[in-house]
């Protein structure tokens, strides 16, 4: 019987954002000017680096709690859940799954971040968890807020979360962005516009009653598909 790791079956890249993509300036200067190289089959199925639960804090998927300082961060509580799924549709577990966001004001705790809004301190924006045997994870944070970002007159990011995922291999390695339904900044974001129109919708998280808990917390729920022919699109 042949021990071989099965190969992972090809990127989908009509559903992806180009490297390049004109309306979202940044990518002009940072975005690949030659052809890219094609990753070997044998590299692009090594297997990732697995992460153990030690290495996962009791509130490192509690954005809410794991930055308090001296109360709880301001703004609407929401929970963010969903399921990792690999190039087959079937669950990844024990994976990896890292968020970053800006607060509920629309500031990020970056140095580079001098947007005219108030800092939390109680709040980072930062966290991470592992799927369990499903494939599911789960996130408490607050909703993040728009803000201006200088791409072109008057142009404001819609709420959205980051997203960051290796899966089993390095090949499925995915960074993504979450957005909210029925955001009307997302008609005019040129990071979100980039992506096909035919995947656009993959990008955008459904409001749930059942995950939403009472008197606390809206609920979201956000399935990541790694690869394969219904890829949930990468984010710049």
Same mark, same amino acid.
């Given at each position: ?131 369990? =045997? ?64 035919? =995947? ?16 606390? =917390? ?19």
């Amino acid at each position: 019987m042949s021990t071989a790791t099965p190969p992972l079956n090809p990127r989908d890249w009509d559903a992806h954002p180009k490297l390049i993509e004109p309306g979202y300036k940044s990518s002009l200067l940072r975005g690949p000017t030659r052809p890219l190289l094609p990753v070997g089959d044998r590299l692009g199925n090594l297997r990732a680096p697995v992460y153990g639960h030690e290495i996962i804090g009791e509130l490192d998927n509690d954005l809410t709690r794991n930055a308090r300082r001296n109360g709880e961060p301001l703004g609407e509580r929401i929970i963010v859940t969903g399921r990792v799924l690999d190039d087959n549709g079937r669950p990844v577990p024990d994976t990896l799954v890292e968020i970053w966001q800006a607060n509920s004001t629309g500031r990020y705790v970056h140095k580079v971040d001098q947007h005219d809004a108030p800092l939390d301190p109680n709040f980072l924006g930062a966290g991470r968890t592992l799927t369990d =045997a499903q494939g599911r994870y789960r996130f408490l944070t607050v909703k993040p807020g728009a803000y201006p970002w200088g791409n072109h007159p008057n142009a404001w990011r819609p709420n959205h979360i980051h997203f960051s995922l290796f899966g089993q291999y390095f090949g499925s390695r995915l960074v993504t962005q979450m957005y909210f339904p029925g955001d009307p900044l997302l008609q005019y974001d040129p990071i979100y516009q980039g992506v096909p129109e035919g =995947a656009r919708e993959r990008l955008v998280s459904r409001f749930s009653m059942d995950i939403t808990e009472a008197d606390y =917390a809206l609920g979201y729920e956000f399935d990541i598909v790694l690869r394969g022919p219904r890829p949930t699109p990468m984010g710049h």
